[in-house]
Every structure is written in structure tokens, then in C-alpha cells.
């Protein structure tokens, strides 16, 4: 999709900051969302991830005004809305299911916020115009919902939103119903719309795929708080618990205890094995070691690594890898190896060796 935007006809605002400010909410006696915090910088592409249930989504809606908070304050560019009604906000939602009306064409679906805003007929013309050039659906504005793709439903649901020219933009898990293909089509798209209205975004998603690709930064969800906040590099390679480092990317989880003190310290892994803790090193108490797949070799061990050996339990041919599960002890460790053409693969039941190196390896409690 070629993204062209009307200057003239869709406004620009500065983007808006958003500070969400001590911020609890409960269902009756059930506490959804417990003591939030957040900054969101003006113009930056955030995305709330984290596992159904988290409390994502009713923060998200929270923002928008269809949630109710217990107390706590909600400010979008310097003023709190939280006592607000949605329609005063001037924030944009586009919700999961998309919520087009299927007797309207996609024109009259775009031009409907305007119209409830009593807007000049010139002005929402222009505007709708302006709004389906943007997201590629000129072509397409006297065809009903039911004659598009997903793909193209989704960006009428954006033309809406866009045409009303809100202050802030809310995805409410805005790919979920597309196909695989199509997702990663629409979230590059999503991202160069975003970058070019400079509109400061929110994406509610379960997909660290997502996240990763397509945002500035991330708040991790769980159990109704905020786990931990930062670009998605940071949060993959520096997770401040084994939460973030097991749902942002596959990461080994090996339980163990720390023994000795001071400068000399090591990991005696469950069921066998000893990684040196390097000088340094904070261990929390009850912690494990973690590790990623890429960060293990198979088969070899590098001069700076520590060999654990095992028994491969199972493969899995990715194309440009290949994972082996390997039996160290009481765990299963996934090791991720380079595959090039010709290489021969282990086999299942074979003993091998593995090399961890203490300095790609993280401690972490829960």
C-alpha cells in the first residue's frame, strides 16, 4: 500500500504525551488493574503486551473512557481526562472486531463520526476523502463491509478513526483477525501511518512478534501490573524477571542454587552441571538461570564457555536453525544451531555436549 497523506485536508497536531498516574480499577472485589504507572511520549508507537486477562485491554479501554478507574488520574497532553466522556477525549479507538456498520458503504462507515460531530457536508467530504486515500481505499468507497478482505476492514476501521483527526490512537489487538500473511503486511503498514501523522499510538497486543516489530517501546503485562517497561531489545536481552524473559521470546529456565561467596561463586545446576557466576553479579534470592537458545552451542564448547553435557531429546528443522531439546539433568534445554546446506543433523537418544557461556546468562526470580 502507497501512503499519501493530504496535508491540507487532515490536520496536524503536535502529538500528545499521556501520563497514566497511580491508576487502580477492580470488578467488584477482583483488583484488574493495581497501581499503574506509565509514561507514553508524544508521538511514540507503545504497545501493551501480555497474556489474556493481564489487564491490557482494560487499561486500554480505561484511556479511551469506556472503563471506569477507582481512583488515579489519566492525562493526554497536559490535561486529565479520567472523569471525561469518551466522546470529549478526542482519542481514537479502533476496536478488535473492527465494529463496521454492514448496511453502510465504506465511505458512509468513514464519514460517520464525522456526521455525529455535526460537521459541515463540505468538510466531511473532504475528510473522508482525504481519510481512504490515506489507507489505500479510494478505489473501494461505495463497496460494503462484506465485499472487503479482512485486511481492507481493518483500514476502513482506521480511515474512521483517523478522519475524526484524534489526539490519540488506540489499537485494540487491531491484526488478531487477519491470516498470517496478511498480519505482517498490515502491521508494516500500520507503522509507516503511524510515523508519517506522528500520532502518539497504543497497541494492545498477546504477540511479542508484534510488539517487537512495529513499536518504539513495550509495558509487559501480568495479573493486572505492569512487569516492566522498555524498548523491545532491551526487555529481550536485560527482562527483570523470569516472566518478561519466558514471554518475550523462548528462554531455558534451569532451577539450581547458588554455592560459595564472594568473588567465587557458581550455579550447580539441578540433576548436574556447574556455571561460574561472574565477579559481580547480583543473584536474587530463589533465582534460576536463564539462557537463550541462540546463546548455547551444540556439539562444540567455545573457549569462554562452560560444558554441560546431555542426551538430545527431540529436533525441529527451522530452516535457517535447527532447535534441539537436549536432557541436562531434570531440564530440557533448547539450543538453537546455524543450519547450512549439507551439514549432517544429531540424532534423537545421542549424547552430546553443550557450551553456556556465563556472560550471556541472566539470574532471575520470579
Keep these: 500500500m502507497t501512503i499519501n497523506i493530504d496535508k491540507a485536508t487532515l490536520a496536524e497536531s ?17 483488583h484488574v488493574l493495581k497501581d499503574i504507572n506509565l509514561e507514553i511520549q508524544p508521538g511514540e508507537f507503545f504497545a501493551f503486551l501480555g497474556p489474556s486477562g493481564c489487564g491490557k485491554t482494560t487499561l486500554l479501554r480505561l484511556i479511551a473512557g469506556f472503563n471506569q478507574a477507582d481512583n488515579g488520574a489519566v492525562v493526554v497532553g497536559g490535561e486529565d481526562v479520567l472523569d471525561m466522556p469518551p466522546w470529549k477525549r478526542d482519542i481514537g479507538m479502533v476496536f478488535q472486531s473492527y465494529a463496521l456498520w454492514p448496511h453502510m458503504t465504506v465511505a458512509r462507515n468513514v464519514a460517520f463520526g464525522l ?7 463540505a468538510d466531511v467530504e473532504k475528510r473522508v476523502a482525504a481519510a481512504l486515500a490515506l489507507v489505500g ?7 460494503r463491509p462484506s465485499q472487503l478482505s479482512g485486511g481492507q476492514q481493518q483500514r476502513v476501521a482506521l480511515a ?18 487477519l491470516d498470517a500473511k496478511m498480519r505482517v503486511e498490515v502491521r508494516r503498514e500500520l507503522r509507516e501511518l503511524q510515523q508519517r501523522l506522528r500520532l502518539t499510538t497504543i497497541f494492545v497486543t498477546h504477540d511479542q512478534e508484534e510488539a517487537n516489530t512495529v513499536c518504539d517501546r513495550i509495558a509487559v503485562f501480568n495479573e493486572g501490573r505492569i512487569q516492566q517497561v522498555g524498548t523491545p531489545m532491551h526487555l529481550y536481552e536485560k527482562p527483570a524477571n523470569l516472566f518478561v524473559a519466558n514471554f518475550l521470546g523462548t528462554a531455558n529456565i534451569l532451577e539450581g542454587s547458588v554455592q560459595g561467596d564472594g568473588a567465587v561463586r ?9 556455571i561460574p557466576v561472574p ?16 546463546y548455547a552451542t551444540i556439539g562444540t564448547v567455545e573457549a569462554d564457555a562452560v560444558p554441560l553435557s546431555g542426551t538430545i531429546a527431540h529436533r525441529e528443522f527451522l530452516g535457517a536453525t535447527v532447535r534441539y531439546g537436549v536432557e541436562v539433568g531434570t531440564a ?27 556472560a550471556s546468562a541472566l539470574w532471575l526470580a520470579d
Excluded: C, M, W
Design 160 to 177: 474512521r478513526t483517523i478522519a475524526i483527526e484524534p489526539k490519540v490512537l488506540l489499537l485494540d489487538e487491531p491484526l488478531s483477525n
Design 266 to 274: 557458581s550455579f550447580e545446576v539441578a540433576g548436574g552441571g556447574r
Design 115 to 121: 456526521e455525529e460531530r455535526r460537521l459541515p457536508r
Design 14 to 30: 503536535p502529538a500528545k504525551a499521556i501520563s497514566i498516574r497511580d491508576v487502580n480499577l477492580y470488578y467488584g472485589s477482583l
Design 279 to 294: 565477579s559481580g553479579v547480583e543473584v536474587p534470592a530463589r533465582a534460576k538461570l536463564v539462557f537463550r537458545p541462540q
Design 332 to 358: 530440557t534445554v533448547l539450543v538453537d544451531a546455524p543450519f547450512h546446506s549439507g551439514d549432517g543433523l544429531l540424532e534423537s537418544g545421542s549424547n552430546t555436549v553443550l557450551g553456556i557461556k556465563p
Design 137 to 143: 481505499l479510494s478505489h473501494l468507497a461505495d463497496r
